[in-house]
């Protein structure tokens, strides 16, 4: 029995990959010393882990703020002035970069 050290499943010994999530296993028969055996535990970690997605969603989170405010700055502005035209382009403006940003 190996047990995945990503997701915890069970798996048989002649498995090379975890059946729940994919993950290569080490079986201890197989695992011998040197560089591979010191590397493969952090990995995950160092390179698919949180920072580049903390990253992402804050930056996207920033920019979605920086919409908002923008929209919120504009219409503040429509209110004191009681003109709304710049209302329009604005809103479009904003359309236009989300949608920009999904494609
Ligand atoms: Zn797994």
Not at 20 to 33: E, H, T, V, W
Not at 93 to 98: E, H, R, T, V, Y
């Given at each position: ?34 560089p ?9 970690f160092?390179h ?10 804050l ?32 809103v479009?403006?904003i ?9």
């Amino acid at each position: 029995m190996i047990t995945c050290t990503k997701c915890g499943a069970k798996n048989s010994d002649e498995t090379l990959a975890c059946a729940r999530c994919g993950n290569k296993l080490q079986s201890s028969r197989r695992a011998a010393p040197g560089p591979d055996a010191m590397d493969s535990p952090l990995e995950p970690f160092r390179h698919e882990g949180v920072p580049g997605d903390l990253m992402r969603s804050l930056k996207r989170m920033l920019e979605a703020w920086a919409y908002a405010l923008l929209l919120g700055g504009v219409a503040a502005a429509c209110i004191v002035y009681k003109i709304w035209w710049p209302l329009y382009p604005t809103v479009a403006l904003i359309a236009l970069l989300l949608w920009l940003r999904r494609v």
